[in-house]
């Protein structure tokens, strides 16, 4: 499969089962905070009893996005940063700083895991926790 089949066939299956949820860039600091929000559609699931058991806390879920809504809103944009933390891929979500409102909770990201099929982004798993 082309990573456009993938990312088709992910897109399928999210629409189908998923949920929408917010991915929140968040920029700024001190009181001066910006976010830039954008819906996605979303796998939503709750831990697993070997998670649990290997101490990640209950507060946490794993989510699996698309890159599709992402890149159509140009969240937050797509060019290669030469700044800390030196994301090579921006649309990938930052650990401890972006957020994502799931179920009508605000959730810190702990966990990004983005997979690339040839070069191209098709699919980014999170664990968000709050």
């Keep these: 499969m082309s990573p456009q089949e993938i990312i088709s066939s992910l897109d399928s299956n999210l629409q ?3 949920e929408d949820i917010v991915l929140r860039y ?8 910006t976010a830039l929000d954008v819906v996605c559609r979303a796998r ?12 990640i806390t209950q507060d946490q879920q794993n989510v699996i996005i698309s890159p599709t ?3 159509a809103a140009g969240w937050p944009g ?5 700044a800390p933390p030196f994301q090579p891929d921006q649309r990938i979500p930052r650990v401890n700083v972006d ?3 799931v179920q009508g ?15 191209t982004l098709v699919r980014i798993d999170m664990r968000v926790s709050g």
């Design 99 to 101: 957020q994502a409102i």
């Design 69 to 71: 809504q992402i890149t």
């Design 44 to 55: 939503v699931t709750s831990l697993s009893n070997e998670e649990i058991a290997a101490g």
């Design 16 to 18: 189908a089962i998923g």
């Design 26 to 33: 968040v920029a700024g600091s001190g009181g001066t905070e």
């Design 78 to 82: 797509t060019a290669p940063s030469n």
């Design 105 to 119: 909770r605000l959730r810190t990201i702990m966990f990004v895991a983005p997979q690339f099929i040839n070069g």
